[in-house]
């Protein structure tokens, strides 16, 4: 038997440019099905629904949907609260004071866990409603899904910047270093790869936290590309580590911080950046050496945005709200690739997903650990959308010299 209730929809941890798309996606396909008596976002995540701060998105046009759909970040705010035994006992009063039947979270590993969390307990005390995960990170490191919603038009930006930064380097030699997001996995600091056109491009060398960092091997690899190009463009993931499985950041830093699920804090600041380029200069002397930190830029960039990506995100929201309201079904949605390109919408147990972290595959990573294989870049391609800029060169013949 079909649940007759009201619709709740939440957002958690990190904004991406077309979480909106998923949210509306929930919004107008649940405004399908007649069970559906009212449809409610909550304020700030799971933290809205404890302090009972929703809005009712049944009365929200079409046409401004749409305009939120086209809009980055999370329009319903977001939390990094996760929820124990005793934080769902009161999420379950509010959501039972509002006959909340269908609970939507859209959210990365984290959030995913928090469904996990939220549908067990419910299941012990026996409130009867249907949970699903809808994917969201810029970081690509859910299990199950090919690729995530919000990784497409991240690593286009992502890619954009380090065409700027190779041209800009190109003019005034030196070193760049780009950090970048993704915390244990590579796929975003991977998708620097795409800016490359011609053999000399940068980034001529790409770390990932998929392979051991050696402060050694990269002054080496540095060292190479100078000596060959009279430059060097490096994007190096944030959450670059050693062996041991340390990060870079703090095995050198004296200090890091963390977030409210405990983990350390890799993009709070320029210190990776500041390290590799210190170690540079001290050991070659090179006059011109910078590094930049992307930070939150890369999330919810409205001037680059993939077309994929945003298409894929409103569908996910579709397929979330079919399953649980037309099937009466929970879990969490992924994206499966099929051909050459085309993808499927799968839903699946909740405990494959949550609270695990998906890595670059083998195949994607150069035997040197220094870069990228072709593997990867057919892969991302597709996911960076239509459109994406070229840089050109000059071709012209240098003149003969007359005097000099």
């Known amino acids: 038997m079909k649940l007759e209730g009201k619709v709740l929809i939440a957002q958690g941890g990190g904004p991406t440019a077309v979480i909106n798309q998923s949210l509306v996606g929930i919004i107008l396909e649940a405004r399908r099905y007649p069970q559906i008596t009212k449809i409610y976002g909550a304020l700030n995540g799971v933290s809205g629904i404890v302090d009972e701060r929703f809005v009712d998105l049944t009365q929200e046009t079409e046409r401004n949907l749409e305009e939120i759909a086209n809009t980055p970040s999370s329009a319903l705010g977001s939390t990094r609260d996760k929820p124990d035994e005793a934080y769902c006992k009161q999420m379950f009063e509010v959501m039972r004071a509002h006959d909340i039947r269908y609970f939507f979270y859209i959210g990365g590993n984290d959030s995913s866990d928090t469904v996990r969390i939220v549908s067990e307990e419910a299941g012990k005390v026996g409130y009867d409603f249907r949970t699903v995960h809808i994917p969201k990170t810029i970081d690509n490191d859910l299990m199950g ?239 960076l959308g239509s459109n994406m800029p070229i840089a050109g060169r000059l071709r012209a013949p240098m003149v003969k010299k007359l005097v000099r």
């Open 145 to 383: 899904n090919d690729h995530t919603p919000g990784y497409g038009s991240a690593a286009r930006f992502v890619t954009q910047c380090f065409m700027g930064a190779n041209l800009d380097n190109r003019a005034l030699k030196g070193v760049y270093i780009g950090v970048v997001m993704g915390r244990h996995a590579g796929f975003l600091t991977a998708a620097s790869a795409m800016a490359q056109r011609f053999p000399d491009d940068g980034p001529h060398l790409i770390y990932l936290p998929e392979r051991p960092f050696h402060m050694s091997q990269f002054l080496s690899d540095v060292k190479n590309v100078y000596d060959k190009y009279g430059r060097c463009v490096i994007a190096a993931s944030e959450g670059v580590q050693d062996e041991n499985g340390q990060p870079i950041m703090i095995k050198y830093a004296n200090k890091v911080e963390r977030d409210a699920y405990g983990n350390v804090q890799l993009s709070g600041s320029g210190i990776l950046g500041d390290i590799l380029a210190t170690y540079i200069k001290n050991k070659f002397h090179i006059k011109r050496v910078r590094a930049d930190t992307f930070g939150y830029l890369q999330r919810s960039f409205l001037g680059s945005v993939s077309d994929t990506d945003r298409a894929e995100a409103r569908e996910v929201g579709e397929k979330a709200a079919q399953y649980a309201i037309l099937h009466d079904m929970d879990g969490s949605i992924t994206i499966q690739r099929v051909g050459d390109y085309a993808v499927d919408y799968r839903l699946t147990d909740i405990g494959q997903i949550a609270a695990l972290t998906r890595c670059m595959p083998d195949a994607f990573i150069n035997e040197e650990a220094n870069h990228v294989t072709e593997a990867f870049r057919s892969y991302a391609r597709p996911l």
